[in-house]
């Protein structure tokens, strides 16, 4: 068996192939490693068969969508997922086949409605149910601590003491446990009765995930995200750097329209000399009248880059081929004290 364990801050994700065949499935992929998963499968001569969450992720974002489009792959989810985009609906006791390895499947309820368990061997990804020395938090969409509780003691802690346990997250850079050891010391688990076990888990207090509403919209609704729209955008455009800006704005290069995107107010307290000033919010309704030649080497700036990023690509695909986004935003400009300009357009 191939394991490849991948963290991106807290989160964990597994590439599990079968050596002998060269299948392979993807467990809790995160959008940020895309390019990692791939190299690596790629590296290990692996083709990916199946994209598994093992839970509807609340605080990071899921990759299994847009790997699933690339990889002509299947989704995996518990049938209990609230997700439409999901093409294998799973069942406890389920088995996946991946070569000559096999998934199966426990519904562990608690983390959340739809949490499942992947025993693969000697080993189990316990996705968000039980982590070393912690177990997953029942406060966030479809928790139920009394389901916990259950999925816990009478289900995955009845299983193999050997059995390895690779989670979905870890905060402290461990890698695996095994159950035995977290019968043994995870401070939650001496909590045994289900009621005072239960009380535990209501009165824990964590504080709320940054991104929970982005990362529900995007898990659940396959939605993008904003990180991934910028990311798409600055792939479909070419950037000019602030010091060819500077050369071409002090000789005063006739053929660039150099283009600020930033609100009137702040076009007005200062901006790159001889700029045009056409806020990002109007440059579909004003692009016509503005920017009447579609062959005019175009450079657009905005405050941090970001905005003036997405006006790029909208721009290109308005049929502005020479549009091209500064690397780096009029902040920078200013910070670097090159000429400004400030009041009205001419
Ligand atoms: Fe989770």
Known sequence: MIFEQLSAGGCKSYLVGCAETSAAALIDPEIGLIDRYLGLAARNGLRIHYLIDTHTHADHFSATRELARQLRAPVAMHRMSPTPFVDLRLDDGDMLLVGKLRLQVLHTPGHTRDSMCLRIGDRICTGDTLLIGATGRTDLPSGDPEALHDSLFNHLLRLDPALLVFPAH????????????????????????????????????????????????????????????????????????LLELKTRVENRAPELIVLDVREREAYEQGHVPGAKLLPRGQLELRVNQDLPDPTRRIVVYCELRRISTLATATLRELGFQRAVALDGGFKAWREAGFALQSGCEP
């Open 170 to 241: 870890d905060y402290h850079g461990r890698v695996h446990s095994t159950i035995g050891e977290e019968i043994a010391s995870n401070p939650r688990l001496q909590v045994r009765e289900r009621a005072p076990f239960c009380e535990m888990m209501r009165n824990l207090n964590l504080g709320m995930p940054s991104h929970l509403t982005e990362a529900l919209r995007s898990n659940m609704n396959g939605a993008k995200t904003v990180a991934q729209m910028l990311a798409e955008a600055g792939a479909a455009v070419p950037f000019m750097s």
